[in-house]
């Protein structure tokens, strides 16, 4: 149902193959061709060419295309709505909820980027994510130009049944069942309530390594900034992603590994005490849990946080451990696994936070506890894990120059983990850690070339503000090693977008 041809508009995906060199490997286009289906979702009329421009512009063109638009008066927010929304119309959540999804994962970690840096950068981070989108969109249509169809309206649930139907198609993992029932709720419902019902099963699985709760939580972010007016076809390509399991049996009635510390963890809930949030700060636990994380089952993990709960041990212990742990992971082995135990876990703490059930949130703390040694064993796989431990950081003696944060991402370039005790006794003897978040980003700007680089850059340097210091510190010295340093190449895109906004 939610699989139709899109719009032949296949110019927008000229990018670096040249215009004439595209022409003539695919023929004309007649004007029939570059008409939208009637079968597609539509957007209001107010944003609707806004978005059609980001979809039909060539790769080539639509950087100073857009700049001339924003020297008229087009603003960011009506650019960062186009965004998100061409987004969710032309590429595919599948067949992993990552890869050229990226385009619109990505939209709410370039946003944040965005209101963080220095004016004269602000517009640096949704450029970039534009072209990102239309290098997924070229590679969405070479794959079958998928689009989202429009809703079926025979088919969408009154709003009394809305709730009960969504919940009882992402049970049954039946796409067309929840796909109308969020329509339903999306209509008929406010967007806390909508929250509250996908929040519950956005972490239940393990499938694209946490992509799908990161899709919850920057979704629902990005909608508190454009406004919930356009949520449906949002919440319709996230309930869509959320449904993912390519390559393997339906779970409904099977039993699969990605599947099962997410029905362990709503049985070991039930074992949590009434007052389950602790008044001890405890460092010791903290250090505890981090051990454990270290080398155990998902199973141990989430055993581990019940026990810490049940003796009294504050949610912010246990928190400060699960960062800390994501932290190591890069640690032991930088790269694609590692990076995303930390964007997980900014994205399940964000639901965390939001829920208003407590059994759900306590669910989320219990999955992202189980998820992180399933990112330990996605790791190993790849390849050998360094012996490393968050917690050895800053046992020898480091001397803290007055330029230990230039000195920091200098080094970055040679030794990621001398870099890393550098950092960490730069903010051990009261170092600033805000000047390092603003160095950090800025060189994202500069150097990064990837959606990942603001995707984890956005989290790590907004979630060590939340640990206590001596957890913070080692956390952002950790995060060295997914960083860009100094020493790398500054973008070419970045001389285009300064060169189209002058």
């Known amino acids: 149902m939610l699989k139709s041809q899109r719009r032949q508009f296949l110019l927008s995906t000229a990018g670096s193959l040249g215009l004439s060199q595209l022409l003539g490997s695919l023929g004309p286009l007649s004007a029939g061709e570059v008409k939208f289906d009637k079968g597609i979702a539509r957007f209001s009329t107010e944003i609707e060419p806004l978005v059609e421009f980001l979809e039909t512009t060539p790769r080539n063109e639509i950087i100073e295309q857009t700049a001339r638009r924003v020297q008229r008066g087009l603003s960011y927010r009506q650019l960062l709505t186009a965004l998100l929304l061409a987004g969710v119309r032309n590429v ?16 709410n970690s370039a946003h944040l980027a965005s209101i963080s840096c220095a004016d004269e950068d602000r517009w640096l981070p949704i450029f970039w994510a534009i072209d990102n ?43 067309e069942a929840a796909d ?21 099963y956005a972490a239940r699985d393990f499938r694209s390594i946490g992509h799908k709760v990161i899709y919850l939580s920057n979704a629902f972010r990005t909608l508190q900034t454009i406004g919930w007016e356009y949520a449906e076809p949002v919440m319709r390509s996230l309930v869509y992603a959320m449904l993912n399991h390519h390559g393997s049996p339906n779970p409904a009635d099977s039993d699969q590994e990605a599947d099962r510390p997410g029905r362990d ?27 454990t994380l270290h080398d155990c089952t998902p199973q141990e993990a989430s055993q581990k946080v019940v026990a810490l709960i049940s003796n009294g041990i504050s949610l912010q212990s246990i928190w400060n451990a699960i960062y800390a742990s994501s932290g190591e992971l890069m640690m032991r082995q930088r790269g ?11 994205a399940i703490r964000h639901a965390f936070q939001n829920a208003t059930d407590a059994k759900t949130r306590q669910y989320l703390l219990l999955q992202n506890a189980a998820f992180l040694p399933m990112f330990r064993e996605a790791a190993r796989a790849r390849g050998a894990l360094a012996d490393r431990q968050i917690t050895s950081l800053g046992a020898s003696a480091t001397q803290v120059s007055p330029t230990a944060v230039e000195d920091t991402f200098v080094l970055m370039g040679k030794d990621r ?10 903010l051990q003897k009261d170092g600033d850690p805000q000047t390092v978040v603003d160095h950090a980003r800025r060189l994202v700007f500069l150097k990064g070339n990837d959606s990942h680089d603001y995707k984890f850059s956005s989290a790590a340097l907004e979630d060590y503000r939340t640990l206590t210091p001596v957890w913070r510190n080692r956390f952002l010295a ?25």
């Open 133 to 175: 989108f239309k290098s997924s969109q070229q590679r969405d249509f070479s794959e079958g130009n998928w689009t989202l169809a429009a809703v079926d309206e025979a088919a969408v649930p009154p709003a009394r049944l809305a709730a009960e139907h969504l919940r009882r198609g992402l049970e049954k993992w039946d796409v």
């Open 265 to 291: 963890n709503r049985q070991l809930i039930k074992e949590l005490p009434d007052h389950w949030h602790g008044e001890s700060l405890d460092d010791g636990a903290t250090a505890d849990l981090v051990s």
């Open 92 to 107: 595919q959540p599948r067949p992993s909820v990552g890869f050229k999804f990226h385009a619109v994962l990505v939209v």
């Open 180 to 200: 109308v029932a969020i329509t339903s709720l999306v209509r008929n419902a406010g967007s806390q309530r909508v929250f509250d019902e996908l929040a519950k």
């Open 336 to 346: 694609i696994i590692a990076l995303h135990s930390v964007t997980t876990t900014n």
């Open 417 to 426: 983990l001398a870099a890393a005790e550098q950092l960490y006794a730069y």
């Open 478 to 502: 950790a995060s060295v090693f997914q960083l860009r340093s100094s020493t790398e190449s500054t973008r070419p895109i970045v001389e285009r977008i300064n060169k189209a906004l002058s």
